[in-house]
T-cell receptor, first 112, second 114 residues
Framework: DAGVTQTPRHEVAEKGQTIILKCEPVSGHNDLFWYRQTKIQGLELLSYFRSKSLMEDGGAFKDRFKAEMLNSSFSTLKIQPTEPKDSAVYLC??????????FGSGTRLLVI | GDSVTQTEGLVTLTEGLPVKLNCTYQ???????FFWYVQHLNEAPKLLLR?????KRTEHQGFHATLHKSSSSFHLQKSSVQLSDSALYFC????????????FGKGTKLSVKS
């Protein structure tokens, strides 16, 4: 079974740059989530889509973070402009009607 | 909104000893399911246990947990930890009606030494 695919695995960006992270959910899953993972805050929800509709956009992350889901098999997370405090692991997860979540391996972002 | 509190920080144990990782939650919803996820170093989080039945013990891979709605808890236990159990453990309730989603705790790091 194909799991959740995230690209790139690693990203290094200079402060102020725009970066786009990509996610392909498990085929047939209708829920898609973007999380940011840090040691201090743990897993923080950035965005939540159900059947391609944005259900939640993560409040505090609104201003520079934008997630989109143009079709059921692909989602992007844009960070614009990046700041050093955005350095973290970004995880994408999908599920079918909020059953078990399947996570991708994540994108490790370093902003310098 | 929902919130979950886990055993904080790092738990260090010697191989063969028992472990209990605490998890309590607060939610406005009565219909709650509970999950434990495990994340090994540089890997994706993976489902370890789940339960939605009050007072029923759930087991998987040597770990077990019992959902107690009366005390809002879903503690994770194992009678004898192994080196391979070293990982980050997340507790997560699922609630919220039609827009239910998992709310993750901050995670507890378990380090098992020989």
């Amino acid at each position: 079974d194909a799991g959740v695919t995230q690209t790139p695995r690693h990203e290094v960006a200079e402060k102020g740059q725009t970066i786009i992270l990509k996610c392909e959910p498990v085929s047939g899953h209708n829920d898609l989530f973007w999380y940011r993972q840090t040691k201090i805050q743990g897993l923080e929800l950035l965005s939540y889509f159900r059947s391609k509709s944005l259900m939640e956009d993560g409040g505090a992350f609104k201003d520079r973070f934008k997630a989109e889901m143009l079709n059921s098999s692909f989602s992007t997370l844009k960070i614009q402009p990046t700041e050093p405090k955005d350095s973290a692991v970004y995880l994408c997860a999908s599920s079918r009607d909020n059953s078990d979540y399947t996570f991708g391996s994540g994108t490790r972002l370093l902003v310098i | 909104g929902d919130s979950v509190t886990q055993t904080e920080g790092l738990v260090t144990l010697t191989e063969g000893l028992p472990v209990k990782l605490n998890c309590t939650y607060q939610t406005a919803y009565s219909d709650v399911a509970f999950f434990w996820y495990v994340q090994h170093l540089n890997e994706a989080p993976k489902l370890l246990l789940r339960s939605s039945t009050d007072n029923k013990r759930t087991e998987h891979q040597g770990f077990h947990a019992t959902l107690h709605k009366s005390s809002s808890s879903f503690h994770l236990q194992k009678s004898s930890v192994q080196l391979s159990d070293s990982a980050l453990y997340f507790c997560a309730p699922l609630s919220g009606g039609s827009n239910a989603k998992l709310t993750f705790g901050k995670g507890t790091k378990l380090s098992v030494k020989s």
